[in-house]
């Protein structure tokens, strides 16, 4: 069975910290991808990685940053954590070439 | 860039009714599209999905349709159960040199009344 583990289920942070989502994957896939999930809103696409230390931006990269020093290994980072940025995060992994993405539980940030 | 609009955003029904979501997509370079089921605290699971070279899949209690003309696919769940309660979302691949992205509707919750 494919695991994608998300280091925290839930994390409550202040404005202006910087803070690390980090996501592991044991499938040896290729592609790594970070959505945020918002009622009514479904799952929009932050930063994805086809490759170790490639990234590319999704449909709402502002405020966030990633790394992708391992193949394993995608983190999701927000410099300055911001209200707007309380949401749902969950990251999804998935084979090179093929379209199916496996999800982790996801962790639910709340920034005060 | 792809765009999917999915409807309804919830829906009741009746323990052992059908029940029917369906999904828009734009660009018609996307060529996947699958559906997720995502229970109560946990992150989406596939469920089933389509490709462009097929109209329809059925997998036990779940069916897909898809029509590529109308550029719209639907899910079908017929003799529902509480445990198929749940978010759904569909999808659809990104289109032409999108790679594995994946562009997601907005989601429905299911509920099913025993």
């Known amino acids: 069975d494919v695991k994608v583990t998300q280091s925290s289920r839930y994390l409550v942070k202040r404005t202006g910290e910087k803070v690390f989502l980090e996501c592991v994957q044991d499938m040896d896939h290729e592609n790594m991808f970070w959505y945020r999930q918002d009622p009514g809103l479904g799952l929009r696409l932050i930063y994805f990685s086809y490759d170790v230390k490639m990234k590319e931006k999704g449909d709402i990269p502002e405020g966030y940053s990633v790394s992708r020093e391992k193949k394993e290994r995608f983190s999701l980072i927000l410099e300055s954590a911001s209200t707007n940025q309380t949401s749902m995060y969950l990251c999804a992994s998935g084979g090179g070439g093929a379209y199916e993405q496996f999800f982790g539980p996801g962790t639910r940030l709340t920034v005060l | 860039g792809e765009n999917v609009e999915q409807h309804p955003s919830t829906l009741s029904v009746q323990e052992g009714d059908s029940a029917v979501i369906k999904c828009t997509y734009s660009d018609s370079a996307s060529n996947y599209f699958p559906w997720y089921k995502q229970e109560l605290g946990k992150g989406p699971q596939l469920i089933i999905d389509i490709r462009s070279n097929v109209g329809e899949k059925k997998d036990q209690r779940i069916a897909v349709t898809l029509n590529k003309t109308a550029k719209h696919f639907s899910l079908h769940i017929t003799e529902t159960q509480p445990e198929d309660s749940a978010v759904y979302f569909c999808?659809?691949?990104?289109?032409?040199?999108?790679?594995?992205?994946?562009?997601f509707g907005q989601g429905t919750e299911l509920s099913v009344k025993p």
């Open positions: 999808a659809a691949s990104g289109g032409r040199n999108q790679g594995g992205k994946l562009i």
